[in-house]
């Protein structure tokens, strides 16, 4: 819009408190070059954690496939040590036995193959999962944005038509214009103000002046019997609830007025 329309968004303005092309553009690339800087770190943490993740799930992967190597390997070897000592004693239990004598390195090999390939997929759905969470939680950002930038185009809407007004409006016209800009301020910011109060309101977040009050104090235990003690406890805690309910209500009045 600044470039293009050649207009500087309020909050803009606001904090540059100029409408000077040069300074404006200088404090817009500073603050891109700061979220650009903070989506590069945001993404190599990213990076950083979904390597830890990868390593460690691989890890575990491995270390459980070396439990399984080593139980196989001490079933293996008891049965080979059984067969050499003479306790069997069939020949047929003895081929049975035989028979997985060939299989540790073909376990070996087949158990590492599957499982690098394999310790992957929960990495994966667990990053998509990580992800979806980001993406959900990260949805009122991309809202702000379209806000904001809906509320600068209705500000630069009005911007142009006060200098189309500037441009026609009579001596009289402009000294009635100038008598009620203030008082159209005024007004905007009582609105600004109820609403913000009624969120408060509904939200249960009082002001400070009103969220600090707190009538408790403490009560000897020693000549108080305990169910006493906890019943003068709640009578504090709704006392101090009903006086915050009634003074955001008289607060909420007298910004309505």
Partial sequence: MATENKHWAKEVVQRTKRRDDTTNSRFIQKKINQLMTSIAQASANISDLQIQLATYWEYNAVDITAQKQAQTTAELTTNL???????????????RIRSPTLVPNT???????????????????????????????????????????????????????????????????????????????????????????????????????????????????????KDEIQATYDEMRQITKDFRTQAMTLYVQSLAR
């Fill in 81 to 95: 040590i059984i067969e050499r000592t003479g306790l069997t004693t069939t020949t047929t239990t003895t081929t």
């Fill in 107 to 225: 376990i070996t090999t087949t158990a590492s193959t599957i499982n690098k390939g394999q310790h992957r997929d929960p990495v994966e759905r667990l990053e998509k999962h990580i992800l979806e969470y980001i993406h959900h939680f990260t949805l009122h950002v991309k809202k702000i944005a379209e806000n904001r930038i809906q509320l600068a185009k209705a500000q630069m809407a009005e911007f142009k038509a006060l200098d189309d007004f500037e441009q026609i409006a009579t001596p009289s016209q402009w000294n009635i214009h100038l008598m009620l800009k203030p008082k159209v301020k005024l007004c905007s910011t009582k609105a600004k103000n109820y609403v913000l109060a009624t969120k408060r309101v509904e939200y249960d977040l009082p002001p400070k002046f009103i969220s600090k009050m707190d009538l408790t104090f403490k009560i000897d235990e020693s000549i108080v019997d």
